[in-house]
């Protein structure tokens, strides 16, 4: 909560008397009403979450009420979730989201995690591949945020096993944020506002590294997008989808397109890696994947399974953006097993990968459907000022918000 200080652009009006002539001049002028913030975090938990004892958030969803997949099936709609991270409290949550949008934490104070994770793209960015801070490209897309709390794995390789393992790479990365952990912590200490704030979200602990990874986590986790029109129908609504919407979704659980095998519901995901043989662009070399993590050859060109959640919003799709549309993406995994396969490379192709031989009304239904998993009413408030005082990185995706 923002106590004091805004930064206002207004337009001031003078008459102006030349020569004989009345001149009306417009004039941008920027005011600044307060040369210092006071911040207050939340005491509220994010919508979708209840305040319980001991000052936590714990997330409620209509998902809890249904068990697994036993004798619903592989699709089914009444599935639970798998596990989920909850149980922060709403200033570790309010801090985190601070955090997320300030380029205090990038080495050149110039790039946020907002920079590559907007709210109006899904938490994405629109890229192949992401701008670090230092104008140098990542080495694959950047996922999306959305529902990270349900996530066992990170990364595109599934390198990291929690987000305070994640967030790691991103923050030092010469590539992407390119700080120095020393650097992070000297900002943070150094600023007016935040060693304050640390102290109201983290009581017992002092400002580290540690504190700063765990905000993060409680704000992305956070995140939750089961609201969509997918789960109206899912939770009994069947009058939201249409058609050509249902015709999608019976295609995509169908033992021929076999899609709900790895993109499982409710999450649309099974929190595992897979081999399916994505093409690299034009002039990229190939990118192993999993296999340089895991050391195993049957994981090259193995990445994580995506959650579809919201998917309509984060194109380009695949791991280095690839395709740029829906129904291509669907047309891929019908086109057969390994088709873009390089030549001479051997991958170990999953074996739900095959050849479905779907129709074009039939892709895209598929295409329709997955437009359905848009859901971004639980979307955090971007603050207009931060801690830092630095500007909010300047994308229309942030600021429309």
């Not at 003078?14 to 210092?36: D, M, N, P, Y």
Request: aromatic share 10%; net charge negative.
């Amino acid at each position: 909560m923002l106590i004091v200080l805004f930064r206002e652009i207004v337009y001031r009006t003078f008459v102006v008397a030349l020569c004989g002539l009345v001149i009306i001049v417009t004039v941008k002028a920027e005011s600044v009403a307060a040369e210092s913030a006071t911040f207050e975090l939340s005491s509220d938990c994010p919508r979708g979450f209840e305040l319980v004892a001991g000052n936590k958030c714990e997330l409620r969803t209509l998902y809890q009420f249904y068990s697994s997949t036993q004798n619903r099936g592989v699709g089914g709609t009444h599935t639970a979730l798998p596990p989920h991270r909850d149980g922060f409290s709403p200033q570790q949550i309010d801090l985190g989201r601070l955090l997320f949008f300030d380029p205090i934490l990038s080495g050149n104070q110039k790039v946020s995690c907002a920079s590559c994770h907007q709210p109006k793209r899904g938490f994405s960015d629109g890229r192949a591949f992401s701008v670090g801070a230092n104008g140098s490209l990542s080495n694959r897309s950047a996922p999306t945020l959305w529902n990270t709390a349900f996530l066992s794995s990170f990364f595109w390789d599934a390198r990291a096993n929690s987000l305070e393992e994640q967030l790691v790479g991103p923050l030092f990365s010469p590539n992407e944020m390119a700080n120095l952990p020393q650097q992070l912590i000297e900002s943070l200490e150094k600023n007016k506002d935040y060693p304050a704030l640390f102290a109201a979200a983290f009581p017992k602990q002092q400002l580290s590294l540690n504190s700063v990874y765990t905000a993060l986590a409680a704000f992305q986790t956070s995140l939750i997008s089961l609201n969509s029109r997918y789960d109206e129908y899912a939770h009994g609504n069947h009058d939201a989808l249409n058609e050509q919407e249902i015709a999608g979704f019976n295609v995509f659980r169908s033992f021929v397109a076999r899609c709900a095998e790895c993109h499982t519901p409710p999450l649309f995901t099974n929190n595992q890696v897979a081999v399916i043989g994505t093409p690299e662009p034009s002039g990229r070399g190939l990118d192993i994947g999993a296999e340089k993590i895991f050391g195993s050859e049957k994981l090259k060109g193995a990445f994580k399974v995506p959650s579809l959640r919201n998917i309509a919003e984060t194109a380009p799709y695949m791991h280095s953006g690839g395709f740029d549309n829906l129904r291509d993406v669907a047309e891929f995994y019908t086109k057969g097993r390994g088709h873009a396969v390089p030549e001479g490379v051997k991958m170990q192709i999953h074996w739900h990968i095959w050849e479905p031989n779907l129709q074009g009304h039939e892709l895209d239904s598929l295409a329709a459907f997955m437009r359905t998993l848009s859901d971004s009413k639980f979307t955090p408030e971007v603050p207009h000022v931060l801690p830092s005082g630095l500007p909010l990185v300047h994308d229309e995706a942030l600021q429309e918000n």
